[in-house]
T-cell receptor, first 113, second 111 residues
Framework: DGGITQSPKYLFRKEGQNVTLSCEQN?????MYWYRQDPGQGLRLIYY???????QKGDIAEGYSVSREKKESFPLTVTSAQKNPTAFYLC????????????FGDGTRLSIL | AQSVTQPDIHITVSEGASLELRCNYS??????LFWYVQSPGQGLQLLLK??????LVQGIKGFEAEFKRSQSSFNLRKPSVHWSDAAEYFC?????????FGKGTRLHILP
């Protein structure tokens, strides 16, 4: 079945450590997205990529980095510069364009040790 | 400016009762509207979408939504809820250069 796979489901970060969240899709979608979800705040866009080898900052990109070397993969790195990284992170994909529905993975919950 | 408001943070209904979740949007042109559902610890699943045409759209799991341009609303309805409908529901509006999600409405079901 086609879908989006996020791993790991739970992740713990130590102070000063970078961590990378994986997102893989086999839907043949051009566009991929990373969102951060905090209780009561809905979804906030971190980064997005409309095509391979290209990506743009979203509303809250500071302290995060991404790459898009393959169509299927869009990993997110949470750097030590992100001072409040504890959140639920969601990856999504779509055929492209903000007017298209997005398909979501099951998320990664990141916590600080 | 593009925005989405879900006025109700929590809603509680009895199993078998009808449901209406409110969504108001602001967008200068014809909006692309979506409703998603999220179960705890999981991602979002698309319930339905409105792009154009018939203002009453049918979705999965027995949900429907009505687009009312005059009221800038896109409310989600279900005639009879089941205990499995307990979840968080998000309305979203897509435009030319972004998508905005509402902050969500958590639905509780009384047995």
């Amino acid at each position: 079945d086609g879908g989006i796979t996020q791993s790991p489901k739970y992740l713990f970060r130590k102070e000063g450590q970078n961590v990378t969240l994986s997102c893989e899709q086999n839907l043949n979608h051009d566009a991929m997205y990373w969102y951060r979800q905090d209780p009561g705040q809905g979804l906030r866009l971190i980064y997005y990529s409309q095509i391979v080898n290209d990506f743009q900052k979203g509303d809250i990109a500071e302290g995060y980095s991404v790459s898009r070397e393959k169509k299927e993969s869009f990993p997110l790195t949470v750097t030590s510069a992100q001072k409040n990284p504890t959140a639920f992170y969601l990856c999504a994909s779509s055929i492209g364009g903000w007017n298209q529905p997005q398909h979501f993975g099951d998320g990664t919950r990141l916590s600080i040790l | 400016a593009q925005s989405v408001t879900q006025p109700d943070i929590h809603i509680t209904v009895s199993e078998g009762a009808s449901l209406e979740l409110r969504c108001n949007y602001s967008y200068g042109a014809t909006p692309y509207l979506f409703w998603y559902v999220q179960s705890p610890g999981q991602g979002l699943q698309l319930l339905l979408k409105y792009f154009s045409g018939d203002t009453l759209v049918q979705g999965i799991k027995g949900f429907e939504a009505e687009f009312k341009r005059s009221q800038s609303s896109f409310n989600l309805r279900k005639p009879s809820v089941h205990w499995s409908d307990a979840a968080e529901y998000f309305c979203a509006v897509g435009g030319d250069d972004k998508i905005i999600f509402g902050k969500g409405t958590r639905l509780h079901i009384l047995p």
